[in-house]
């Protein structure tokens, strides 16, 4: 997880830091001028008031209870990614995360693909003409650019309700980093995957290179996509790791997928969210100090009446389902 607020709390040998959820991020603003975040505002619902406002390139719906289901929707664009696309993510994202009715969300494409990665036409201007006195103050000005780039899918992440991603037909370029930051990857048999980046002449900068070898395993594998840019299919890409299920078409894709997200919503969502969070902290720290970090979390969540809940519906043989636990 990347930075935020750090507090240190006692574990069984040493301090251990445990970061908490951060203030929205200061990236928004540097995006071609673009507003800021808005201030996060509750209606009666308990949903972000910027989930109701709606957006222009995503579409946010909210298929169960508990479940959103947000949708990239340029579908007459192939759902390429605009300015207003990675400003949108993040508000959109950071508006979830406060959501305290919100357990599990599903991330699809409007129209015949899933993405067709940056949308040149719009944003290439945003990466070739950049300001600055010398190219000290360009390449500065440059970096701050790809870091607010990077934030759109880092969001993902950093949003504890599990993301599940269903993707159809094309996913290329910018659509592969989206991706790789989501918990759940679903796919239909018509999807097909693509590393394009060298083929513009870059280096893929918004995550794919640091998230995709830990997501397949195969470093070989992962370096031949990304210096080739090859197309990967459907069983490739179910058979290395990338996606765990695939489905005929685009309906069952979704209907899968809400399916998994309703039941993520069931469970208690200190559990499934302190999963998440420790699940990302182990990927990226040793397993000695991840169990360390474990440890301190629970010392605290553990304090929490899901579990007896929990236990009791068990016992009544009701099933998780039949327990209920208070939004988070």
């Known amino acids: 997880m990347a930075a935020a607020p750090l ?4 574990g069984p040998s040493q301090w251990i830091p445990v970061y908490l959820p951060g203030p929205p991020s200061p990236f928004l603003a540097v995006l071609g001028g673009l507003r800021g975040p808005q201030r996060l505002m509750a209606t009666e619902a308990g949903a972000p008031e910027q989930l109701r406002r709606g957006f222009e390139t995503l579409r946010v719906t909210r298929e169960r209870e508990h479940v959103l289901h947000v949708q990239l929707h340029r579908p007459d664009k192939r759902n390429a990614m605009n300015r207003a696309f990675w400003r949108e993510m993040v508000e959109c994202f950071q508006a979830i995360a406060h959501d305290s009715s919100c357990r599990a969300v599903v991330v699809s494409g409007a129209g015949k693909v899933f993405s067709a990665g940056l949308d040149l036409a719009d944003v290439g201007s ?3 003409m950049v300001e600055g006195d010398d190219p000290a103050r360009k390449a500065w000005n440059l970096r701050k650019k790809i870091c607010a780039f990077q934030e759109s899918f880092s969001v993902l992440e950093k949003c504890l309700k599990p ?7 094309a996913c290329i370029g910018a659509g592969v980093d989206l991706i790789c930051a989501c918990d759940i990857r679903y796919c239909s048999q018509d999807a097909w995957f693509q590393v394009k980046e060298v083929d513009i002449g870059l280096a893929a900068d918004v995550g794919t290179l640091q998230r995709l070898p830990k997501i397949v395993g195969s470093q070989s ?3 031949e996509l990304a210096f080739t840019a090859r197309k990967m299919m459907a069983p490739e890409a179910q058979s290395c790791g990338l996606v765990s299920r695939v489905f ?3 309906e069952s894709l979704l209907q899968a997928a809400v399916a998994v997200a309703e039941a993520i919503a069931a469970r208690s969502p200190v559990a499934v969210q302190g999963s998440k969070e420790n699940l990302l902290y182990a990927r ?7 169990l360390r970090y474990m440890a301190a979390w629970n010392m605290g969540m553990l304090q929490t009446q899901d579990v007896p809940a929990a236990v009791q519906a068990a016992m009544d043989r009701k099933g998780t ?3 209920l636990f208070s939004n988070l």
């Open 7 to 10: 507090r240190l709390l006692r």
């Open 126 to 128: 945003e990466l070739l």
């Open 163 to 169: 993301v599940i991603v269903a993707v159809h037909g």
């Open 221 to 223: 594998l992962v370096n």
């Open 248 to 250: 005929p078409d685009k």
């Open 284 to 290: 990226d720290h040793p397993v000695s100090e991840s």
């Open 321 to 323: 389902e039949g327990a």
